[in-house]
């Protein structure tokens, strides 16, 4: 397993999860949510800058055949654009895209179960899933040995 931090991104057209695992790579824990718009792409980079991130993980809408649509298209074009903005500051912090299947129905469920309702469960809803988004990403890696998904 590698060794450091890693963030996820459960990114959506109003708001972007963010998750972030221990240095060990052993549990994910929610970190907060971003609104997307002016300053989203920033405030990545500093949490990237700030938790020493060595890499993002970024889910990726996947059909149940597997294929990619349209979302899928527009999650890859905001990933680069992460990509870039990490690197921008001489970031050596990878990106990788992972399927994100059923990620934010889990998130959902989970949420219920804890009684989280309406508004409440809606405001950290996107942090759940990329929670969710990260610790299959940590679970496969440390199960195959191997990084997750696929390098952007």
């Given at each position: 397993?590698?060794?450091?931090?890693?963030?996820?991104?459960?990114?959506?057209?109003?708001?972007?999860?963010?998750?972030?695992?221990?240095?060990?790579?052993i549990?994910a824990?929610?970190?907060?949510?971003?609104?997307?718009?002016?300053?989203?792409?920033?405030?990545?980079?500093?949490?990237?800058?700030?938790?020493?991130?060595?890499?993002?993980?970024?889910?990726?809408?996947?059909?149940?055949?597997?294929?990619?649509?349209?979302?899928?298209?527009?999650?890859?074009e905001t990933?680069?654009?992460?990509?870039a903005?990490?690197?921008?500051?001489n970031?050596?912090?990878?990106?990788?895209?992972?399927?994100?299947?059923?990620?934010?129905v889990?998130?959902?469920?989970m949420?219920?179960?804890?009684?989280k309702?309406?508004?409440?469960?809606?405001?950290?809803?996107?942090?759940?899933?990329?929670?969710?988004?990260?610790?299959?990403?940590?679970?496969?890696?440390r199960?195959?040995?191997?990084?997750?998904?696929?390098?952007l």
């Amino acid at each position: 397993m590698r060794r450091g931090v890693r963030l996820a991104l459960d990114i959506g057209d109003v708001r972007i999860g963010v998750a972030s695992s221990d240095p060990h790579g052993i549990l994910a824990t929610p970190v907060e949510t971003i609104r997307r718009g002016p300053g989203d792409l920033d405030r990545i980079a500093a949490l990237v800058a700030e938790l020493e991130a060595v890499e993002i993980v970024v889910g990726l809408p996947r059909s149940l055949s597997g294929g990619e649509g349209p979302a899928a298209v527009k999650i890859r074009e905001t990933a680069e654009l992460v990509r870039a903005k990490v690197q921008e500051g001489n970031s050596g912090t990878g990106v990788r895209l992972v399927d994100e299947r059923f990620t934010t129905v889990t998130a959902e469920r989970m949420l219920r179960e804890r009684g989280k309702k309406g508004s409440k469960r809606r405001a950290v809803v996107d942090q759940a899933a990329a929670v969710v988004i990260l610790q299959h990403a940590l679970d496969v890696e440390r199960e195959t040995g191997n990084p997750p998904g696929r390098p952007l």
